[in-house]
């Protein structure tokens, strides 16, 4: 008997979302194999690194040694287990899994890992939405053999492609992902989180009832803490009972936009495309002084270093074809205190002129009672010249401050 056509029953567009396991965990497992099934939490200082001991084995940090702020920016399953999650502090996290191993965050080796695994999945998937040091979307509609059924199974050349891309991502770094296919990203940022690790979740239409309306609103990707708060006070904790709620109620208690695609979320429809490359948010330049600087004594070199660098993010606004209306200024002070101030204009700039008169007016809003080490400026708020939507002049605007404490400000000298 030949096998059904079902290849028309796919959805016109398959949109995976990949997540690493674990990730920053998992590439320290790589370092420590011995820790393998242990509780382990990364977020430690260099201090917390393992020590050689004479016989050739490595003695770990311990969480109930830990002092200090810090928080945990991962932990294996099996310190989950024991309650330690992501942004947990770690004195907190020592309180419920003491044995557990500290290790310090080695952000050089996660970026590492994180370009190879997306190299990986590129070979076979090349339309590929960056999302973080972990995860992407990719546009998996037109991969060759996707929509042939492999037996009586519908889905399988879906399976076969995501289960090739979870064998490419694990030959490429040795580690686990999880994936989710859906079709669209919304659906398929759920799929990825419910069989991990190492999960592989294809969903249609058909299962957004059982496995999708089961769920806390949390689990929807654009419903954050706030929102999931009013919702319980109205009752609702469930995607499910979201979707049961008239639009109109959901539109009347949220917004118009927010509360349709409330409405629209809790249907799993998502239209949006994969973006294959993403826009940034900010361009910035800075510098680190040779010896720290004297903000009176130094001014003139201060003075030099800041105009160096805005003209060169002057250049680089003019190479990318980029202007802002935010310019930001970082300054980083002996003991690494570090100190953003920020000014935002009503209309872009991208001269270098510009950019060192609204850093200056950013400079005057700092106190300097220490030697600085670092000088930054950034822009944001970027727009393409020729944007009709770049300026925003409001009636009566003034430039708005940010990122400095409230209350009234030390008076500062007006400095380089
Ligand atoms: P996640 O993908 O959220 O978590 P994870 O990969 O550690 O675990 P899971 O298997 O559940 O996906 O985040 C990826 C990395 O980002 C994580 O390993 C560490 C870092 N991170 C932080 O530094 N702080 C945070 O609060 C979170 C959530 C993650
Ligand atoms: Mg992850
Ligand atoms: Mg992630």
């Not at 290849?7 to 590439?27: G, K, N, Q, T, W």
């Not at 803490?225 to 009752?235: N, T």
């Not at 003075?303 to 202007?323: P, V």
Request: net charge positive.
């Amino acid at each position: 008997m030949a096998a059904p056509d079902s290849s028309a029953a796919l959805p016109e567009r398959l949109i995976a979302h990949l997540d690493m396991d674990a990730f920053y965990a998992s590439v320290e497992l790589l370092r420590y194999p011995e820790l393998k099934g242990l509780p382990v939490v990364i977020g430690g200082r260099r201090e917390h690194a393992p020590r050689l001991r004479e016989d050739g084995t490595r003695e770990f940090s311990r969480l109930r040694d830990y002092t200090g702020r810090g928080v945990a920016t991962t932990s294996t399953y099996a310190a989950r287990d024991l309650g330690v999650f992501s942004a947990m502090g770690l004195m907190k996290a020592a309180l419920r899994a003491p044995d557990a191993i500290l290790l310090p965050t080695d952000f050089d080796s996660y970026r590492h890992y994180s370009r190879l695994f997306k190299a990986a999945v590129a070979e076979i998937a090349p339309v590929i939405e960056d999302r973080g040091i972990d995860e992407i979307y990719i546009d998996l509609s037109a991969v060759p053999g996707i929509r042939e059924p492999v037996g009586f199974d519908p889905l399988g050349g879906v399976r076969a492609v995501a289960r090739e891309i979870k064998n490419s991502v694990l030959r490429a770094t040795n580690l686990s992902c999880s994936i989710g296919i859906t079709p669209n990203k919304l659906l398929s940022k759920i799929a990825s989180e419910l069989d991990k690790p190492d999960g592989l979740t294809i969903l249609t239409a058909a299962d957004i009832q059982t496995r999708i309306w089961p769920l806390a609103v949390r689990k929807i990707n654009g419903i954050g803490p706030k929102a999931a708060a009013r919702l319980a006070a109205l009752g609702i904790e469930t995607v499910g009972q979201i979707a049961a709620a008239e639009p109109q109620w959901l539109i009347e208690q949220f917004g118009k936009s927010y509360g349709a695609w409330l409405h629209e979320a809790s249907h799993g429809r998502d239209n949006r495309p994969v973006v294959t490359h993403s826009e940034p948010v900010s361009i910035s330049r800075e510098t680190t002084f040779e010896r720290d600087l004297h903000a009176v004594h130094d001014r003139a070199e201060l003075s030099r270093i800041l105009t160096r660098l805005c003209e060169q993010l002057a250049g680089d606004l003019l190479r990318k074809g980029y202007q802002g209306r935010t310019v930001g200024i970082k300054l980083r002070f002996e003991g690494f205190h570090t100190v953003t101030r920020d000014l935002t204009l009503d209309t872009p700039v991208a001269q270098a002129a510009e950019l060192l008169r609204a850093a200056r007016s950013c400079l005057k809003r700092v106190q300097f009672d220490k030697r600085l080490r670092l000088l930054g400026v950034r822009i944001g708020s970027l727009s393409h010249p020729g944007d009709a939507s770049a300026a925003r002049p409001r009636r009566g605007a003034r430039p708005v401050a940010a990122g400095e404490p409230p209350g009234p400000q030390p008076e500062t000298l007006s400095l380089f």
